[in-house]
């Protein structure tokens, strides 16, 4: 019997890493950043994932160093706990339970053992009042405390974080909202408020955006709606402050942030230009074209980077020379995914449309984005009203040899642009080469596509709003002998608008839906071969059925119906009522997965069109409407599958939540045996295991191990050091000693262990000793009879150069070396 697997959803990766401002650590090797409810560490010289602290239940809000500490973190979530970290070793140190959602946290240099939570004012409230707390830390041995006691400091604050900051080294923290400046001083435990006009004479927008505190001086610099910069001083007065302006960004400014020493002002916005002002001068230095609108800056505490975030979720690596240095890609998702999730036949990484103009492929397995592809291939303008090209469709054939997009510009059918574009794979390159651009492809816009399942015959088929679907095949010029692609035929159906498109398995059938009516075309005639109508309602999604249950045709309908037909008999086999948003076949498989939409969640029946029994059903996968979903293929199937998990054997299903996560299902098989894989370097628990320390331990288990064998007669083992060379190999390089120490073991790692030789040769040095009087006689006898025998012969000019004693003495030591490991390594190479 097999034992039951219990299936859960997971986050996958691919979450937001722009969410709050990342943080260098103060030797600026690595940055540490929200993922979710994971905390990411990345290497500033590699840009690599090093590792994830892993603990928190719900959104991580905030992270910030701990002061006294410079290894540890402080993470803060809307799970309502704060928990402390070693964020070198990914260590959870402890935990602190407050109970209620937390959103955003604050250290201070001068405050230690005390941070400042940003959360809100009553959890029971309606409206969103947020307030600022001081919390002094219990200290206790336990691993969870709850902390119960908190001071507030400053109420009804911006429920943006970058509007709250703390000032030179804790003496006072300021916080904006709307048009009022508020600064508290912890010495006199008194807040001064500073506020604005609503406009001045030119009509600029004065409402606070952003906040930051210079680390020396008594400075505060805030941003504001209409570009403009301030600097705050002599606040401790309210009747004496005074403040300057400085102004560059023409929109409103996103973020502010002062280098380590206070020499510079570090500002952002929409413009993704990254401008540095200097303090106390007139000077401004710019980097521009960093992507997406600066969402964050971060300065490191010695001032060699500074990095930024985006709104495009990218992490770019700055130095203080204002050079980029890296970039750290998440997965690009903004309001709304337009493509499907596609899965790349050739790397098998997941696309979807990402930064504006671009495909994105990204790799679930490392959960790390590999390169964009530019399709639009025009400079993106981030200004908000402008009407720019945008990918909208995608599809890749059988063999993952062609790519199609759609690209669109305008609203309007009346101003609407539409390119339909074919791209080739180049071996020589790797990517994908434009090789066909089709303008007006269709004259109103495109609903769906999607290539031939054939292998032998690549064809493209699109439906449009203008009430025809076409389908697009290869072709080649005899002069040129390059291949093309052209109309080969133009299809409708009594006037009616065709919605879905779909080929069978084996590519000899095309469905098309015109509204309430299902198609079915041969692709080789074109001809109509039936039309499949049920009860009203239009199409919403089709597809075909896979291997056994390929005679099978599923729809979905606007009014909540999920119908099979038979296409043998062109009969409807059964109909149930359900609200199907997405249908997805698995095209390793004969299970189709069906998301219904609830009016809060989202619903999952697997199943297969052969019988309406669902063979497993998830209620409410997720908050709000799954949109897009794909099935990935397993590299390795699953060890153990029970009846309900059999349908995640051969691929595994991933969907886009409404919030934009990546999430998949997992088992508690797949768990065991990522936390086996993830403990498979442990030699000894006491001891940290690293590549280092299995190098030098293979190295000493080797010489350790006593030789009882004959070195002669048995057969040499092979090395033993294959898993620390594999993690010598795959490891990222700063986190290695360096290669003159990793060498020497490194190749003594490679060759065979020879204790028994070497014991014996220990034994031979006393021998060696005792008969080297004997063998200086014998070789004085030998030369006196060489010489006799050629004095005899009279061929003296032939004798062979008289050996030194010390070349004597390395021939002696090479006829003692055994070479019997040879032996051993010629039979396992044959």
Sequence with gaps: MVEKIDIRVVRCGGSKINLRAPIISYDSRFILCTSGDLVKVYSTSTEEWIHTLQGHTNQITGIALNPANHLQVYSCSADGTVKLWDFIDGILIKTFVFGYPLFSLFVSQKHEGVIFLHCPVSTKSEDEAFQLVAVH????????????????????????????????????????????????????????????????????????????????????????EDGKIRLWRNFNNKKEYTHSTMHWHHNAVNTLCFTSEGTNLLSGGIESVLVQWHYGGEKKEFLPRLGGSILHISASSNGQLFCTSHSDNKITVIESSLKVSGVIQGLVKGEEVLTDLMIDPRSKSLVLNGKPGHLQFYSLLRDKHLYNLDIVQQEYIYEAGLDQFEVVKAAFDVKGSWLATVEQRGQKSSDLEIFLKLWAFDEQTQS????????????????????????????????????????????????????????????????????????????????????????VWSPETWELLSTLCQPPGEIRDLCFGRLSCSKYLLGTTTKNLLCCWNLLTCALEWCTSLDVWTLLPDPLSENVAAFSYQPTHTDLFVFRPSEPRPLFAHKSVCSGKVHRAVFVPREELLARCDEGSQWLNRSQLYFLSQDMDLLTFSTATEDDRMLAASKRLVVDDSVAVTPFYLLLGKHRQQQEKPNTSNPVTDKPQLPQGSVAIKELLHTAAHVLPAASVLCSLFVSSLLISNTGVREEMDSSEQEMDSEKEEEDSEEEIEACDSQQELRAQGSVDEVTPKLSKAQEKELRKIRKTDFSWMTGLIDSKS
């Excluded at 506020?195 to 008594?218: M, Q, V, Y």
């Excluded at 439906?463 to 040129?480: M, N, P, Y």
């Design 137 to 224: 830390l219990p200290k206790s041995a336990e691993q969870e405390v709850e902390v119960k006691e908190l001071t507030a400091v400053l109420g009804d604050i911006s429920p943006n974080p970058s509007c709250t900051a703390v000032g030179r080294e804790g003496e006072y923290i300021a916080s904006a909202k709307h048009l009022k400046l508020h600064v508290y001083f912890f010495r006199k435990q008194r807040t001064f408020s500073f506020s604005l006009n609503a406009t001045d004479k030119k009509g600029a927008r004065n409402a606070f955006t952003c906040i930051a505190c210079h680390p020396k001086e008594d400075c505060i610099g805030t941003g504001h």
């Design 432 to 519: 994908f080469v434009l090789n066909t651009s089709i303008a007006a492809a269709h004259e109103d816009q495109i609903m769906s596509m999607c290539f031939s399942s054939s292998e032998e015959t690549t064809m493209l088929v699109t439906t449009a709003k203008d009430c025809q679907f076409k389908a697009w095949v290869q072709g080649s010029e005899a002069d040129t002998q390059q291949s093309f692609w052209s109309c080969d035929f133009v299809g409708s159906y009594h006037n009616l608008t065709p919605t879905n498109c779909s080929f069978s398995a084996d590519g000899s059938l095309l469905a098309v839906s015109f509204q309430e009516v299902i198609t």
